[in-house]
Every structure is written in structure tokens, then in C-alpha cells.
């Protein structure tokens, strides 16, 4: 993957090229159609989603809880914390991510430490 797919999503923004260079490598993009689910809950985590193109709605319960757009993040959480996922994820519109996988989080803690401290504190607004 192009390094420059993973610029435009703000999380990653300020990270230097050469540290986004490595993350790429192991970073992949997948679609998604309209309606159908990314991500359930209850589900193991291994990996989490950064939106290039389209929308999802975040559900736990079968209640509403947000919606996400491009360079919005969203599986931190269980990736981070290593438990199943809080929230069902479901396309509202024709849908690319970046999805990375877990084994990066220990090479990103190492290369990009700032990029993990601002996924952790996402995660602790949204439990907050």
C-alpha cells in the first residue's frame, strides 16, 4: 500500500514518511457494500479500520451509536485492550478501508509511539 493513502487519514497525519512506510507494508484495503457488516459484536479483534471512502453506523445492542466517515478509525479498542468488540460496524454506503492488522500495533508502539497513545485516547473518550 501506498504510504500516502495512510497520510490522508488524520491519526496519521503527522507521522513521518519513513515510519508510515513500514506500517503500509503490512497495511491492506478492503470494500465493503452497502448494508453489510464490518465489524460484530461479541466478535474477536485482530486488527482495526482507518475510512477512505463511505460511511458506517456503530451499533451495540441494536442501539445507534455514531456514524463514521473518511479518516474516521474505528476496532481500536478491542485491539488495544485485547477483548471482543464493543460494537457491531455496519456500511451505510459503498466502503474502503484501511484495515491493519494486529502484529502492527507492537512495531507501531516502537516507530510511531504517538499514533498508539492517540488510539488509547480515543479509546478512553469513548468509554469516558
Known amino acids: ?20 512506510r513500514k506500517v503500509a507494508t503490512f497495511a491492506t484495503t478492503e ?6 457488516t464490518v465489524v460484530k459484536e461479541g466478535a474477536y479483534s485482530n486488527h482495526f479500520y482507518a475510512i477512505q471512502e463511505g460511511t458506517v453506523k456503530v ?13 474516521d478509525v474505528f476496532g481500536e479498542q478491542g485491539l488495544l485492550e485485547g477483548q471482543e468488540r464493543s460494537a457491531s460496524v455496519v456500511a451505510t454506503a459503498p466502503l474502503r478501508v484501511i484495515k491493519i492488522e494486529h502484529w502492527e500495533l507492537s512495531r507501531m508502539r516502537k516507530a510511531m509511539p504517538q499514533v498508539v497513545e492517540e488510539l488509547q485516547r480515543r479509546v478512553e473518550e469513548r468509554q469516558g
Open 59 to 71: 451499533e451495540r445492542g441494536g442501539e445507534h451509536l455514531a456514524d463514521l466517515g473518511p479518516g
Open 31 to 36: 470494500e465493503f457494500t452497502e448494508g453489510e
Open 1 to 20: 500500500m501506498d504510504e500516502s493513502l495512510l497520510k490522508k487519514i488524520p491519526l496519521f497525519a503527522d507521522v513521518p514518511d519513513d515510519d508510515l
